[in-house]
């Protein structure tokens, strides 16, 4: 008789990001168990959505497990939401869902909003590798204990913050990050006062200081990863040739190059022929 648990995920801000499949599915449902009762009914109220709602939030959801699980096995259709974007995402709702799973009970997403992809998808940092870190800790010394962590990290970082602390996070991530680290900020995505810049973290911290109004709303940092050390020594060593190229056969710049890193000859060599082609082209 087991029914189907749905994850669906709701507007971050502006409500025309619900989609269709979402309100079917909450108007259809027999029980939607919500983050915060009283959120959620402003959003079923908005789309005229009837179904009873139950409190599901971190302080209860150990405790209401059991009675939610109960009621899916005998076969009511359940939705799982958060106050805004999708559930689980430094939301409540991986017990409800870890347990839904453990009692063969098929569980549907319903995609929509997600405020880290929102963030990722508009700053222009790479996105083909990224890392949710989620929130950072509000002690200062786990937070950077974490960032100390993250530092050599060559896959983009996404963080979520709160408003009065959003400063001294970016402060700690310029410390142990470095201030030339590209960084995106995305503040009220989807709504009234959304801004999204892409700076470094020393030009952020300014720019947090300057505007206390930047301290406000919800927050995602997208931060760029750290140069790969392999790259950097690339680098070094694509300069190091090219100079010497200028003066010496690539036989004697490979040479040199090789003498002066402890790279070896053949390597150094092939790529002072690649160098000395493009430079030829």
């Known amino acids: 008789m087991s029914a189907q648990l749905f994850v669906v995920a709701t507007p971050i801000g502006h409500l025309d990001d619900m989609t269709y499949r979402a309100i079917d599915v909450l108007k259809s449902v027999n029980i939607i168990a919500a983050e915060d009762t009283r959120t959620s ?11 009873p709602l139950t409190a ?26 958060s106050d805004a974007g999708t559930p689980l995402i430094s939301d409540p709702g991986f017990k409800l869902v870890r347990a839904a799973q453990e009692h063969n009970i098929r569980v549907i997403p319903v995609p929509g909003a997600c405020a880290a992809i929102a963030a990722l998808s508009a700053v222009g940092l790479p996105s083909d590798r990224f890392s949710f870190e989620g929130f950072l800790s509000s002690k200062q010394s786990q937070r950077i204990l974490s960032l100390e962590k993250l530092k050599d990290q060559t896959a983009t970082l ?24 590209p960084v995106g900020f995305a503040r009220e995505i989807t709504k009234t006062f959304e801004t999204i810049k892409k700076m470094t973290l020393g030009e952020l911290v300014s720019f947090i200081e300057a505007d206390h109004h930047q301290q406000k709303g919800e927050i995602v940092l997208v931060v760029g990863g750290a140069t790969a050390e392999k790259d950097l020594e690339q680098e070094k060593l694509d300069q190091l040739l090219t100079r010497l190229l200028q003066d010496l056969s690539v036989k004697a710049a490979s040479q040199l190059a090789a003498d002066l890193t402890g790279i070896k000859k053949k390597v150094a060599y092939q790529r002072a022929l690649e160098l000395n082609q493009n430079n030829d082209d």
């Open 158 to 181: 996404i963080f979520y913050e709160a408003p009065h602390r959003i400063l001294d996070s970016v402060k700690d991530m310029a410390s142990i990050f470095g201030a030339e680290r």
């Open 56 to 81: 599901c939030h971190e302080h209860n959801e150990s405790n209401k497990i059991d009675i939610l699980v109960q009621r899916l096995l005998n076969g009511e259709n359940m939705a799982l939401i």
């Open 41 to 51: 009914a402003q959003l079923l109220k908005h789309y005229n959505i009837s179904t």
